[in-house]
């Protein structure tokens, strides 16, 4: 735990320096760099605010429903809900929901949290996924909860040769209920009191996506057919070169193919347009406000919160991260969009669900430029038909019962201080 502080206390000068260079380059603003210090201008907690921590669009898309029974059952109690990213407080905010504030996250410093504690006084501690900041957790003074916990084999490895620090944080959460059985059991091994571990749960099937704006889903169709089009999802560096390769390849023998690639981090879009225009193939970017039309091969969906709207879009959706070893993205929402689904070999992070959908036929997996590009080209329109009637059953099936999660936090929240 001394090695961290010291570690991140000698990297303070250059994170201060890097957020005050986002709000010099407009990114962000200067209320934001507050919130991130601790600050702000909201109203503050009484000692009984409820404290909801997911890093950004994704984990707070799938918490929702658990953010909502929170509410339910607390309707008197003030919540805070912060996260890391400017997007996913947005997203939040867009709730509308009574009582609930969304702000960026304080920074994993003490004094920071101190700070945002003395506003707040949270009753408890609310964390989502694997957003295991130590001295957010070491030094909270109200319980901690961890739900829908993911710890891969290559982090459990990492956390296990930090020696004592994960024991550390660790010791400090009083329930933690972890999204597979193989997370589950790494952090009992790192140090987790059985007594503690709650069931299993993944909060990602009871997402519920927004609807696209019409208007512009309505003209854009007139350009991307549904069974013709190929959605590359959250792509990362390493990917966008061979799902461009592949779609080449499958368009020569499949004139009327589109693609739409959405990186996972917009600003790489310049080296994805280069690599584009290496390719030869005629494109447009969004974030430039080209609109598509009936020559562009490609389009570079260089946006953020417009997702809806590319899965509206496409038949076939390959999920990124998979060609790459990041874990792979969310099969959920492109299943729940209704497209089919197709994705590489990195599939950590939701390995079960993966593991399920192949079985079912409900996905198809890839390795490279090869298959890729035949299954790009070989998705007929009731292939994709099938795949997505066996993907919505997968779902269904996976839909988590949150009420035994829902009740141990409310006895945290209520536990006596």
Same mark, same amino acid.
């Given at each position: =735990?001394?090695?961290?502080?010291?570690?991140?206390?000698?990297? !303070?000068?250059?994170?201060? !320096?890097?957020?005050?260079?986002?709000?010099?380059?407009?990114?962000?603003?200067?209320?934001?760099?507050? *919130?991130?210090? &601790?600050?702000?201008? #909201?109203?503050? &907690?009484?000692?009984? !605010?409820?404290?909801?921590?997911?890093?950004?669009?994704?984990?707070?898309?799938?918490?929702?429903?658990?953010?909502?029974?929170?509410?339910?059952?607390?309707?008197?109690?003030?919540m /805070?809900?912060?996260?890391?990213?400017?997007?996913?407080?947005d997203? /939040?905010?867009?709730?509308?929901?009574?009582?609930?504030?969304?702000?960026?996250?304080?920074?994993?410093?003490?004094?920071?949290?101190?700070r945002?504690r003395?506003?707040? *006084?949270?009753?408890?501690?609310i964390?989502?996924?694997?957003?295991?900041? !130590?001295? +957010?957790?070491?030094?909270?003074?109200?319980?901690?909860?961890?739900?829908?916990?993911?710890?891969?084999?290559?982090?459990a490895?990492?956390?296990a040769?930090?020696?004592?620090? =994960?024991?550390? /944080?660790?010791?400090?959460?009083s329930?933690?209920?972890?999204?597979?059985?193989?997370?589950?059991? +790494?952090?009992?091994?790192?140090?987790? #009191?059985?007594?503690?571990?709650?069931?299993?749960?993944?909060l990602?099937?009871?997402?519920? =996506?927004?609807?696209?704006?019409?208007?512009?889903?309505?003209?854009?169709?007139?350009?991307?057919?549904?069974?013709?089009?190929?959605?590359?999802?959250?792509?990362?560096?390493?990917?966008?070169?061979?799902?461009?390769?592949?779609?080449?390849?499958?368009?020569?023998?499949?004139?009327?193919?589109?693609?739409?690639v959405?990186?996972?981090?917009?600003?790489?879009?310049?080296?994805?347009?280069a690599?584009? $225009?290496?390719?030869?193939?005629?494109? $447009?970017?969004?974030?430039?406000?080209?609109?598509?039309? @009936? #020559?562009?091969?490609?389009?570079?969906?260089?946006?953020?919160?417009? =997702?809806?709207?590319?899965?509206?879009?496409?038949?076939?959706?390959?999920?990124?991260?998979?060609?790459?070893?990041k874990?792979?993205?969310?099969?959920? #929402?492109?299943?729940?969009?209704?497209?089919?689904?197709?994705?590489?070999?990195h599939?950590?992070?939701?390995?079960?669900?993966?593991?399920?959908?192949? @079985?079912?036929?409900?996905?198809?997996?890839?390795?490279?430029?090869?298959?890729?590009?035949?299954?790009?080209?070989?998705?007929?329109?009731?292939? *994709? $038909?099938?795949?997505?009637?066996?993907?919505?059953?997968?779902?269904?099936?996976?839909?988590?019962?949150?009420?035994? /999660?829902?009740?141990?936090?409310?006895?945290?929240?209520? @536990?006596?201080?």
């Amino acid at each position: =735990m001394i090695l961290y502080r010291l570690t991140i206390t000698a990297l !303070a000068p250059l994170v201060l !320096a890097l957020l005050i260079w986002r709000v010099a380059r407009g990114r962000e603003t200067w209320g934001d760099l507050a *919130q991130r210090l &601790g600050g702000g201008a #909201e109203t503050g &907690g009484d000692g009984s !605010a409820i404290w909801v921590h997911g890093a950004s669009n994704g984990e707070l898309t799938s918490a929702r429903r658990l953010i909502e029974g929170l509410r339910r059952q607390n309707p008197a109690r003030a919540m /805070v809900v912060t996260t890391n990213t400017t997007t996913a407080r947005d997203l /939040v905010r867009g709730w509308q929901m009574p009582s609930v504030t969304a702000r960026l996250a304080p920074l994993d410093y003490r004094p920071v949290l101190a700070r945002f504690r003395r506003h707040w *006084q949270p009753a408890v501690l609310i964390v989502l996924e694997n957003e295991l900041w !130590a001295n +957010r957790i070491v030094t909270a003074r109200a319980p901690v909860a961890v739900v829908a916990a993911r710890m891969s084999a290559r982090s459990a490895r990492r956390w296990a040769f930090a020696g004592g620090l =994960m024991r550390r /944080v660790l010791a400090n959460v009083s329930y933690l209920s972890a999204q597979d059985a193989a997370s589950a059991q +790494r952090f009992v091994s790192l140090g987790l #009191e059985t007594a503690r571990a709650g069931p299993v749960i993944s909060l990602k099937p009871g997402i519920e =996506m927004a609807a696209p704006p019409a208007g512009l889903l309505a003209n854009y169709r007139n350009v991307f057919t549904r069974e013709d089009t190929i959605l590359a999802a959250s792509t990362h560096a390493g990917e966008d070169q061979t799902v461009l390769a592949a779609f080449a390849r499958a368009r020569a023998e499949r004139p009327a193919l589109k693609l739409i690639v959405a990186p996972r981090h917009p600003h790489r879009a310049p080296d994805i347009a280069a690599l584009i $225009a290496a390719a030869g193939l005629p494109f $447009a970017r969004r974030s430039q406000g080209a609109d598509p039309d @009936a #020559e562009t091969a490609v389009y570079l969906a260089d946006t953020l919160g417009e =997702m809806p709207l590319w899965y509206a879009l496409a038949g076939v959706c390959f999920v990124g991260g998979s060609l790459v070893d990041k874990g792979g993205h969310t099969p959920f #929402e492109p299943a729940l969009a209704g497209s089919s689904i197709v994705h590489g070999p990195h599939v950590a992070n939701f390995a079960p669900v993966y593991t399920t959908l192949d @079985a079912a036929g409900a996905a198809v997996a890839v390795s490279g430029v090869d298959d890729l590009a035949a299954a790009l080209r070989d998705l007929s329109p009731e292939g *994709q $038909a099938r795949m997505t009637r066996a993907a919505t059953t997968v779902v269904s099936q996976s839909e988590a019962d949150l009420a035994p /999660v829902l009740n141990r936090l409310q006895s945290l929240i209520d @536990a006596p201080r």
